[in-house]
């Protein structure tokens, strides 16, 4: 078994809020390796950006433990932030800087001499696509542009772990995009593992390797979207019948077409059908044919693929959109000093 950058067990982290307590983050296990992309997705308030300051040392846990970076988080949190980077959800660089200055400075500060600070700066700039603006004061810049300058200033030390807080927030989508091709490309060319919040479903469903889905300070899931998507819900067919009676002299016909177990989960709402099957569109033609033998005529056909959304109804009861996802484009929740 490989090294784990990040290996964490039972963390916790519980907030005093006035006379109350706030259970932020109530056990978190973690295994991440070298190399992985992993998206930390949920809901506001779910304990994201949580987790990831106490990973990333900037507070300290209520319980558990962690390595991070090969590091013990409670007895050498310095270590660990030394071969980590962090980009918060507020944006860190002076505006009134230069953008490659800007750069050199935070190498400076983590102890580059100034020719190397210069040249890491460089390549740093040529890997965002910042070239262009090197020499651009920082408040002269898009949000994307922007966010870029924040993520080089997060990798100038190269460190082997770089956590990024909700680093698309308040981006269009192309911007987004965008964004997350430089991750995937920094990913390749520094063998950075990357460890990010996000709510956006469509871009962790687009763009991530690895995610897992928190909900109320617990990791309720942890696998590929694919994989999620297929261990939760699965695609499926769906049959629309002329009546509600039509629908009734369908079902029999079907039961053979659902995996053994699924029988119960033959869904059925008035006039539509839904089942649950491996390969939707493959098995579709068999399943018309069987009913048009059988003298049924199911009059629309469709097949449907799961999104993350349904991933999350199925765990939770709630859909994302409810529980504030996805829609939000304001950076949310203040960042306090920690
Ligand atoms: N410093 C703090 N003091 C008290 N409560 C806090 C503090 N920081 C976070 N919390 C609470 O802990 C819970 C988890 O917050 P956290 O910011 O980790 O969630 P999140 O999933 O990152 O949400 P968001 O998407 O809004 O950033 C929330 O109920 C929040 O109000």
Known sequence: MSMKV???????????????????????????????????????????STSL?????????????????????????????????????????????????????????????????????????????????????????????????DIAMGLVHAPSLLFLDEPSTGLDPQSR??????????????????????????????????VMVMDHGRVIADDTPSGLKADLIGERVVLEFDSHAEAELALPHLRDHVPAGALQDLDRRGNTVELPVHSASRRLPEIVLVLAQAGVTAHSTETKRPTLDDVFFALTGRTLREAGVATTTEPSGEEEAA
């Open 53 to 149: 300051r106490l990973l990333a040392t900037l507070l300290e846990p209520s319980g558990g433990a962690a390595h991070v970076a090969g590091h013990d988080i409670r007895t050498d949190p310095a270590a660990v932030r030394g071969r980590i980077g962090y980009v918060g959800q507020l944006n860190s660089a002076g505006h009134n800087q230069r953008v490659r200055d800007e750069i050199i400075m935070q190498g400076r500060f983590y102890g580059l001499a100034k020719d190397a600070a210069g040249r890491r700066a460089d390549s740093l700039l040529e890997s965002l696509e910042l070239g262009g603006v090197a020499t651009q004061v920082v408040s002269s810049l898009s949000g994307g542009q922007r966010r870029r300058l």
């Open 177 to 210: 995009a965008n964004l997350w091709r430089h991750i995937h490309r920094l990913r390749d060319e520094y063998d950075t593992t990357v460890f990010m919040t996000t709510h956006y479903l469509d871009e962790a469903d687009a763009f991530a390797e690895r």
């Open 6 to 48: 990040i290996e964490a067990e039972r963390l916790t982290k519980t907030f005093a809020s006035g006379s109350k307590e706030v259970q932020a983050v109530r056990g978190l296990d973690v295994r991440v390796d070298p190399g992985e992309l992993v998206a930390f997705l949920g809901p506001n308030g779910a304990g994201k």
